[in-house]
């Protein structure tokens, strides 16, 4: 199952990509496939062909995991009526 990301790179903005599993706690790079800027467009500096990229951790300051339907469905919000 893809986990959908944002991921947050030095002096660039955050663009939303897929990841296959989690990264290790040892690896030395962040493995993402179809990145993309939040609002769908291609990320400027990234050709328009690739579709998987690899980062080292030195570049990347963090990545949020964003929760699938199925988890966002288990969460109970509260409101007014």
Known sequence: MAHNVIVHILNEDPFIAEMEELPDPHSMFLT????RRRDGKAIQYVD???VTLFFPWTRVTFVEVLGTHRTRDDVVEFFRD
């Open 32 to 35: 993402i496939t179809n990145p």
């Open 48 to 50: 328009r062909e690739a």
